[in-house]
């Protein structure tokens, strides 16, 4: 059917297409020639194989922004005090009604939000998992700095890289891949910058180009010519520098747009989110070289009246993740893909005067894909044992960083971590 | 090349060496204003420059004084630290919820007051008849990189930034590190309000000799940065001035750089510029900034230049002026292998396009939000380590930033927006043009090509491509039409030649 079907988990294609662009230039792009060269470490050549998972895997991160309330995502309504405490907001139990709470484990007396039906679905197919309670030590209540504490993988916040970056420095010696890493968004996430890569970063393909040849197709054809720069010596010339990812952008660009233009296999709710996710799945089905792809969705910092807004952004989200889901399983690449969904922070667990909620601490995270453990993971904190009206974390962000990096992208987490954290269970092993 | 700082004749300081000059020193100027300067000569157009005060300033000064409010992001009254501690006491949630609100409240009008200024110091480095102190604040900036996410007070940020602003021509040593140790914002970001002699902290003393004098692993130890800690106790701030913190100072003996004695914080700057790598690390980064920094490694010439440099630097007791002024008068300087040798930072792009092609202003929120896209997000540097530059600056995504955001100051055109109207920019370019009807008109499309070629990028590129722009500029009809104009330098301004400077 595509080209990806066919050869499920090649780049051999991208690159011979890439190089049959290149011939016609007068240069080489920088990172065919690389990879070209093996310069590339293949992601996951440090993991011993395990059988039907395969190698060159991708990792896609969805970024809830505002921080969002977890308490009435993945929903304890075992616990009255989430009763006692929520008694406006709280969702009441599964099976009391249209808008009572979806089951999702009896035992633990835990169920979801029943906007959030899209996860739902994942869970019950067995695949996604929920982690639940995860956070850090002295947690920062500050949108900015508790995602900075996010995307950097650090508490202190202070370093100037994120750990996707580091990954990058870390498994791509060297000059990398420009598109190992692309983003999605007006915002390129600090997760993804490291000392040696930026990543790739555009709000939608028709904005990844020059836009002069609106002003004058005439104008297309001596833009496309770069020039000759084969006598200049790269590494001392800021110039062939520049001419190759002028050409590095031009090809990519032409790629991005023609992934992009392709006809998902399934169908989309529309908004933010689900274009990304589209775009994703078509640059992932066109065999772009990125082994990290990053979108993000806003809105989740619900003070007031909430109830209305954060069913409206459940239901976005797990749409679009059970669309993403299908286009790529679709395509044949389910085996490929992890979905890791995060928040900056949830919320506190008392409602406030409002009907809404204020900034708190833990909240679960979400991972899909086949490769993904299903089912309840970890330990609800607690609804009595509260710090200062704040749930307490069960788990470390970290410790889930520390199994994708292991057991995802095979790598090694404490180059990128900075110290060993014990992995959370979250990949498949058998 | 010459290798020392041998000084440039009146001879060689042609119109180009005079653009050189006023890119570097500044942000680059309209052809007419690069004529004004070469006809100075190399002295008198560099004091024109460095000598600033004596160009007025349009008013641009007296403006400033209550521009930014400083009383956002102010601390509790005594009174409201009893309140909350009460109701802490008591779990009273209302007035805890109602103490949160306040305070997020004020953070968000304090990101308010942030924006603007960016938006009020991008305007500055546009309009400003001062260049060179806006682009030495510049420098500054990135040098002693405080990030207004850690600090959450814009108004310190300004303070910080006008402290910058009237030290640009100072001492180093006395009127910037010494201002600096003692700059709220700076204490905030480092951590110097939470350093007492009870519990050091050696956030602070580290940055001050790694990054801000020394350079990473030149001339002190670990215990040095732990001594120099001890030194640096106590100096905090309340509200928006430096505050002396006597209980919290160490006044016992401190051992640094093996001497002994009860060293306070002044004392821990002199005794860090007595060091000899203190002259040559600073000059290596003005070297970076002003001359060349395409090299990670600075060799041959570039290394005895800046030898000479941080030779003058220290003779003249860390004063910037004379070492800059022998700078831009070098030969070295304007040597051809210094032109284009630099990747402009997106600030430099986008002030540079305005103020030499003249084009219009725009929208200057969006074009800090364009800089902050293109990795330069004013005020909110990625570390302490400031921006890398240099080709950090550049990938697919950025490149494509760059190109647009130029698009943009050319025509107005803003990415996805439609229908496109080529009369509809309100920039006339012709002017540009004005002194080519001096040179020639033998071969008017040609030369016309060739000039504003070596004006916008600095150098003429390779035959074939020359040959199809000047086809591209014919097939239009010749080069007196408007928008033929603008979509020529959107051209040149997408070339890879560009983004040097």
């Known amino acids: 059917m595509t080209d990806s079907t066919q050869h499920p988990w090649s780049r051999r294609l991208f690159i011979r297409q890439g190089m049959a662009l290149a011939s016609l230039a007068t240069t080489t792009p920088l990172f065919i020639q690389q990879t070209a060269e093996g310069v590339m470490i293949p992601i996951g050549s440090a993991l011993s194989s395990i059988p039907g998972m395969p190698q060159d895997r991708i990792l896609v991160i969805v970024q809830m922004s505002g921080g969002n309330d977890g308490l009435n995502t993945v929903v304890p309504y075992g616990l009255d005090d ?66 900075d504490i996010w995307h950097t993988g650090n508490p202190d916040g202070r370093r100037g890289n994120g750990w996707l970056g580091r990954y990058f420095d870390n498994a791509c010696g060297g000059t990398p891949n420009p598109e190992i890493g692309i983003s999605l968004g007006s915002d390129s996430p600090l997760a993804m910058q490291g000392d040696q890569v930026m990543p790739v970063n555009f709000e939608s393909a028709d904005l ?223 | 090349m010459p290798t020392g700082l041998s000084r440039i004749s009146t001879k060689d300081f042609d119109y180009w060496a005079a653009l050189h000059l006023l890119q570097r020193a500044g942000f680059g100027g309209t052809p007419s204003q690069v004529f004004e300067l070469k006809k100075k000569g190399p002295e008198d157009a560099v004091d024109h420059l460095l000598e600033f005060e004596q160009v007025e300033d349009g008013g641009v000064n007296a403006k400033v004084e209550g521009r930014f409010d400083n009383d956002i992001m102010r601390s509790l009254t005594a009174d409201e630290r009893r309140q909350r501690n009460q109701a802490r006491k008591n779990g009273n949630e209302a007035v805890l919820e109602r103490f949160r609100n306040e305070r997020q409240k004020r953070q968000r009008a304090d990101r308010r007051q942030l924006a603007e200024l960016q938006s009020w110091w991008m305007a500055r480095m546009i309009e400003t008849r001062r260049p060179f102190q806006e682009k030495m604040t510049l420098f500054l900036h990135g040098h002693f990189a405080t990030g207004y996410r850690a600090v959450e007070d814009s108004y310190h940020m300004f303070k910080q930034n006008e402290l910058f602003r009237s030290n640009v021509t100072g001492n180093f040593r006395d009127d910037l590190v010494r201002n600096i140790i003692r700059d709220p914002a700076m204490i905030k970001y480092l951590n110097n309000n939470q350093n007492s002699r009870r519990a050091p902290n050696e956030n602070l003393a580290r940055e001050l000799m790694e990054l801000f004098t020394l350079g990473e692993g030149r001339g002190y130890t670990e215990q040095d940065i732990k001594q120099g800690a001890r030194a640096l106790t106590g100096y905090t701030y309340r509200d928006d001035e430096f505050q002396f913190n006597a209980g919290n100072h ?203 070629s070596r004006f916008v990028i600095g150098t003429v590129p390779e035959e074939k491509r020359l040959v199809e722009w000047v086809d591209y500029v014919r097939e239009r009809g010749g080069i007196d039409d408007n928008p033929t104009i603008i979509n020529l330098l959107a051209l040149m301004t997408a070339a890879p030649e560009y983004q040097l400077c």
């Open chain 1, 82 to 147: 989430y009763y006692r405490l929520r008694p406006t907001i709280g969702l009441k139990k599964p099976g009391s009604g249209a808008d009572a709470a979806l089951q999702l484990n009896q035992a633990q007396g835990i169920g979801l939000n029943p906007a959030f039906s899209g996860l739902q679905e994942l869970m019950d197919s067995g695949v996604a998992s929920i982690v639940q309670g995860v956070g850090y030590p002295n947690p920062n209540r500050s949108h900015f700095s508790s995602m």
């Open chain 1, 208 to 430: 990844y180009r020059w836009m002069g040849e609106d002003l004058d197709k005439g104008l297309n054809r001596p833009y496309g010519n770069v020039g000759d720069q084969n006598s200049l010596n790269e590494s001392s010339d800021q110039l062939a520098f520049l001419k190759r990812t002028s050409m590095d952008a031009q090809l990519s660009s032409q790629k991005v747009r023609k992934a992009v233009a392709q006809q998902p296999l399934s169908t989309y709710p529309g908004g933010t989110l689900s274009n990304q996710l589209r775009m994703i799945a078509a640059m992932i089905r066109s065999e772009m070289p990125t082994r990290v792809y990053y979108a993000s969705m806003g809105g989740f910092d619900t003070h007031a009246n909430q109830a209305g807004q954060h069913g409206r952004l459940l239901r976005q989200a797990g749409d679009s993740l059970k669309s993403f889901y299908e286009d790529i399983k679709a395509q044949g690449n389910q085996k490929r893909v992890l979905t890791m969904v995060f928040s900056e922070f949830g919320r506190r667990v008392p409602q406030n005067a409002s009907n809404g909620t204020d900034h708190g601490t833990a909240a679960p995270m979400y991972f899909i894909g086949d490769m993904v453990e299903p089912g309840v993971h970890g330990t609800h904190p607690s609804l009595s044992n509260l710090d200062n009206g704040d749930l307490r974390f069960t788990t470390d962000f970290r410790s889930c960083y520390a199994e994708v990096l292991d057991n995802w992208m095979g790598a090694d987490s404490k180059d990128v971590l900075g110290r060993k954290w014990k992995p959370t269970k979250i990949i498949k092993t058998t």
């Open chain 2, 250 to 452: 160490d006044d016992e003996m401190k051992v640094i750089f093996g001497k002994r004695d009860k060293w306070d914080g002044d004392d821990f700057v002199d005794l860090i510029f007595a060091r000899s790598s203190a002259s040559e690390f600073i000059c290596e980064k003005l070297y970076r900034f002003y001359v060349n920094d395409s090299s990670s490694t600075l060799e041959g010439p570039a290394r005895s230049v800046v030898r000479q440099m941080a030779k003058t630097f220290k003779a003249d007791n860390f004063e910037l002026k004379p070492v800059l002024r022998k700078l831009f008068l070098s030969r070295h300087f304007y040597d051809e292998s210094n032109r284009s040798a630099i990747i402009k930072s997106p600030v430099q792009l986008v002030v540079q396009a305005i103020r030499s092609l003249g084009a219009p202003v725009r929208d200057v929120p969006r074009i800090v939000q364009s800089c902050s896209l293109m990795g330069q997000d004013l005020f909110k540097p990625p570390s302490v380590k400031g921006w890398d530059g240099g080709r950090k600056w550049i990938n697919t995504s950025t490149l494509f930033t760059r190109q647009n955001t130029l698009i943009y100051l050319l025509t107005g055109r803003m990415p996805g927006s439609k229908p496109w109207d080529n009369n509809s920019s309100e920039f006339d370019a012709r002017h540009l043009l004005e002194h080519l009807r001096e040179l020639t008109d033998r071969d008017r499309e040609h030369d016309a090509v060739v000039y504003l």
